[in-house]
């Protein structure tokens, strides 16, 4: 069964530490991507990576940071975590132009305090 | 990409009833897809369709596609409470990142 896993499912974090969310997937897909998800304003794109090493700023950048060193690997950075940073976070890969649709991990639900 | 907009933001039905979501978009796409989330967990792939194709089945799902008006409805029949959800739909252009809506929650009371 091909999946995205999502290395925490739930977190707890201070302010101002540095925080790594991972997300692995074993499809072979090129595409990576990593959303946040909150009431009343839905799924938003942080960061999406087409490649190794190639990385794209989505909608809401400010504060994070990615790296995809390996194709099966995409890992989000919170340089300094921040109470509004609070949120569900989201990990999804597909094939080039989504043929296939997303996969979706299965999230990761980060508390900072 | 572009964002879909889901219509209704809320849905609630019986048991045994059809449910229908609708979506609306700008400009045009590749294909549109469907997806559901069960609360707190990811989001699932529902179903996909091209923008050549007018209507898709899967199971108890039927999608279709109007190109013409920039729309298509998800339809779920026999409505189960395992179905109780949210609904995003994404409508794709070339290579570029999903964009999604608010959605629809669906709740089908038992």
């Known amino acids: 069964d091909v999946k995205v896993t999502q290395s925490s499912r739930y977190l707890v974090k201070r302010t101002g530490e540095k925080v790594f969310l991972e997300c692995v997937q074993d499809?072979?897909?090129?595409?990576m991507f990593w959303y946040r998800q909150d009431p009343g304003l839905g799924l938003r794109l942080i960061y999406f990576?087409?490649?190794?090493?190639?990385?794209e700023k989505g909608d809401i950048p400010e504060g994070y940071s990615v790296s995809r060193e390996k194709k099966e690997r995409f890992s989000l950075i919170l340089e300094s975590a921040s109470t509004n940073q609070t949120s569900m976070y989201l990990c999804?890969?597909?094939?080039?132009?989504?043929?296939?649709?997303?996969?979706f991990g299965s999230g990761t639900r980060l508390t900072v305090v | 990409s572009q964002q879909g907009e889901e219509d209704p933001q809320a849905l609630s039905i019986q048991e045994g009833e059809n449910a229908t979501m609708n979506c609306s978009y700008k400009?045009?796409?590749?294909?549109l897809q469907w997806y559901r989330q069960n609360s707190g967990r990811g989001l699932v792939h529902l179903i996909l369709?091209?923008?050549?194709?007018r209507e898709k089945h899967s199971g108890r799902l039927r999608v279709t596609l109007d190109t013409s008006k920039k729309s298509s409805s998800l339809l779920i029949t026999a409505s189960r409470a395992a179905d109780t959800a949210s609904y995003f739909c994404?409508?794709?252009?070339?290579?570029?990142?999903?964009?999604f809506g608010k959605g629809t929650r669906l709740s089908v009371i038992a």
């Open positions: 990576s087409y490649d190794v090493k190639m990385k």
């Open positions: 499809m072979d897909h090129e595409n």
């Open positions: 369709i091209r923008s050549n194709e």
């Open positions: 994404a409508a794709i252009s070339g290579n570029t990142p999903l964009v």
């Open positions: 999804a890969s597909s094939s080039f132009q989504a043929s296939y649709g997303y996969t």
């Open positions: 400009t045009s796409i590749n294909n």
